[in-house]
């Protein structure tokens, strides 16, 4: 898997390369530079409000009895962000690495891994929502669009992945737990108690449908306002696009995302994504690649500090637990 994902984040770098060439650097250079630090600052900001939005989506699927931090969850969920934006790693690993995160500021194992799980669910949910959104309205502009029915198929699978994933946590989940168990079991003493916990917490969490529908409402409204990021950068180039349009390439940008999630860093499939979409709702494709670079700017731009923060803390959390 490592090695796939290092040959995926290589052909993907391959195509976005190509891909600025064949529509010339320099006009995309030029379509950057008519952004200014304010407005950059300004689509900096609006994604620091996504976190804030996302991470209370994941902090209400935590049962009341569970220590109530929202700042902890949102910080895990950037953490989770700007691992999956700047780290060569698949989205598997942010994920791993978002819980870690929170369970290093006091939140247990048990319920920071478990509750990822489910608030991934979620938000899965809500993409394929968010996704059928864009689908609607790319039926409305471009109704003889070659992408219609290969969504319309996708979406169908997505939604029973999702809910067949859902079975796997909830139905299925003491044969696997019995598996990992044995497996586990060979390296660790403890590995029964802790299948045992997790499966608890898993079951736990479930219950609760009520939150489980907020956090559903909360990761869509999330999935809007990264709609709307991608309208802000469309308008900060000066392309005069709608609004409807912009949430259409961005709902359908995050459908082609999520099928080549092994890819790390989402390299190439952002640029072609931006380009071919853009192009069917009559942005020219160097202004839909400028928008792709400013996007990837502003995610270096606050993964860098995050990661470091993070980091730190790691540090410092060997350092008091190391033996004298």
């Known amino acids: 898997m490592k090695r796939l994902s290092y040959i995926l984040a290589l052909l993907g770098l391959l195509v976005a390369v190509l891909l600025v060439s064949y ?67 698949s989205q598997i690993g942010a994920f791993v690495f978002g819980a870690r995160a929170v369970n290093l500021h006091g939140i247990d194992w048990h319920t920071a891994t478990a509750s990822t799980v489910v608030d991934v669910t979620a938000e899965f949910l809500a993409q394929i929502a ?19 029915l290969p969504l319309e198929v996708g979406i169908g699978l997505a939604v029973l992945a999702c809910f067949g994933f859902v079975w796997v ?37 479930y219950s609760h449908t009520g939150r489980l529908a907020l956090g559903f409402v909360i ?3 999330g999935w809007i306002a990264t709609g709307a990021a991608g309208w802000i950068a469309y308008r900060a180039l000066r392309v005069p696009i709608d609004f409807a349009n912009a949430l259409a390439i961005e709902a359908l940008l995050s459908a082609a995302a999520a099928v080549a999630f092994l890819v790390p860093l989402n390299a190439g499939v952002q640029e072609a994504g931006y380009a071919g979409l853009g192009a069917i709702f009559g942005v020219p494709p160097e202004l839909s690649l400028a928008v792709s670079l400013l996007r990837r700017a502003r995610d270096l731009v606050l ?13 410092r959390r060997l350092r008091m637990h190391r033996p004298n």
């Not at 650097?25 to 600052?41: M, Y």
């Open 23 to 89: 529509y010339g650097f320099g006009n995309i250079v030029t379509a950057i530079s008519r952004i200014g630090w304010p407005e950059f600052g300004f689509i900096v900001g609006w994604q620091v409000l996504v976190f804030v939005i996302l991470g209370l989506g994941w902090d209400v699927i935590i049962p009341s009895a569970s220590m109530r931090r929202p700042f902890v969850l949102i910080w895990g969920r950037m953490v989770r962000d700007a691992s999956a934006n700047c780290l060569p790693f």
């Open 130 to 148: 968010f996704t059928c959104i864009g689908l609607g309205i790319l039926l409305a502009r471009a109704p003889h669009s070659a992408l219609a």
């Open 169 to 205: 946590q909830k139905g299925a989940a003491p044969v696997f737990a019995r598996i990992g168990r044995r497996i586990a079991g060979r390296w660790f003493a403890d590995a029964g108690d802790r299948f045992e916990l997790l499966q608890a917490e898993l079951g736990r969490i």
């Open 219 to 221: 990761h869509l409204i």
């Open 303 to 315: 993964a860098v500090p995050i990661l470091l923060i993070w980091q730190l803390v790691e540090m």
